[in-house]
């Protein structure tokens, strides 16, 4: 049976077969939008990370694509296939439960391993946003492959791209604001040991760009919750 073929119950309407209650859906479409949906939610928060942390050269070639070549990243996006494609017939809760397990895993060992071979302090490994940060970008993904699975599959896909609006800003925000709060309490972004000092006082635009955008975000959400009612 192939990854997309769906058991007799689900090729019923998705209000028989329970598609808005969590239950299982085809496999393929759910994993692709995630994952699609968690790559942009990574590229967001690192690029915004650099603009909050005044960071925004790139000299070399290839250093962008570099950027969001972290431990994290590399070690969520080779677990999650593997999850959703064992998991495919479980419920979405279920599936959607244990990618997060898996960021949290990837974020923890990203953690350890700047602390001990990378040699960065707690702070700085802290406000990276591949270790703790990198938790709520794949919790965003989640939720809006969520709410676009269960809208679709209840026929009524009105505001998803709304909702991804608003959790694509809530995401920027975050970045901004580790961005800027690496800045003044660690440093400028530089090479592994090369050593930095914490700059003390700085621009409060980054912090005034993050709070715009959460903002911006609960406007976006706030829409979609009065049309929805």
Known sequence: MSDDATPADERRAPEHAGYAHGWTTRSASVRQTLLLAALVATAVIGLAYQLGASETSFDRPGQLLLLFVDLAPVL????????????RWRAIAERFRWVV???VVAAAAALVARLTIGGESLSAALLDPFTVAFIAAIGAAVLWTRVRVTRIAA???RGITVVGLALGFAVAALGIALGWLRLLLVGPVVPVGVATEPIGA???IPLLIATTFVMVSGLFWLTDRTRRR
């Open 76 to 87: 969520w996006f080779a677990a999650a296939p593997i999850i959703l494609h064992a998991l």
């Open 101 to 103: 397990v898996a960021a």
């Open 155 to 157: 026929g009524d896909d």
């Open 202 to 204: 700085g621009s409060s």
